[in-house]
């Protein structure tokens, strides 16, 4: 951490925003989708989320644009061919968040145990009304 005690209120709401949009499930599908398979057109990208609306990714791809992750290439064909593909800044992010793969695969089975036991439990609270 920076040992500066003011924290920059800048890099307050930036870290608060990008966390908002990327904590978003299909930002995280598709940071990783455009990583493990380039660049991609729309309809393939949206082929290989099974449960994506159009409008969800269409929303997604945007914000991804805007905040400078992915870039948008339309090539001038009939019909229009647009592609999608991640920028450095984007590869930064997808690397940023595989600390989060690494410790998913290392606590899964505990994840899966406490969820159940939980579960259990308010159902047992149910019953006991």
């Not at 920059?8 to 299909?26: E, H, S, T």
């Not at 505990?110 to 159902?123: G, L, T």
Request: hydrophobic content about 40%; charged content about 25%; some cysteine.
């Amino acid at each position: 951490m920076d040992s500066d005690p003011s924290p920059n209120p800048r890099i307050g709401a930036l870290v608060n925003d990008l966390i908002g949009a990327v904590a978003d499930k299909w930002t995280m599908l598709v940071l990783e989708d455009l990583e493990e398979h380039g660049t991609a057109r729309f309809t393939a990208i949206g082929r290989r989320l099974p449960g994506i609306s159009q409008k969800m990714l269409t929303q997604t791809l945007r914000r991804m644009e805007r905040d400078g992750l992915v870039t948008r290439t339309v090539h001038p064909v009939v019909p229009p061919h647009v592609d999608y593909a991640l920028t450095p800044l984007g590869e930064t992010l997808g690397e940023a968040f595989c600390g989060v793969w690494i410790w998913a695969k290392a606590h899964c089975d505990k994840v899966e145990e406490a969820r159940q036991s939980f579960d259990q439990r308010a159902a047992d609270a149910l019953i006991r009304g």
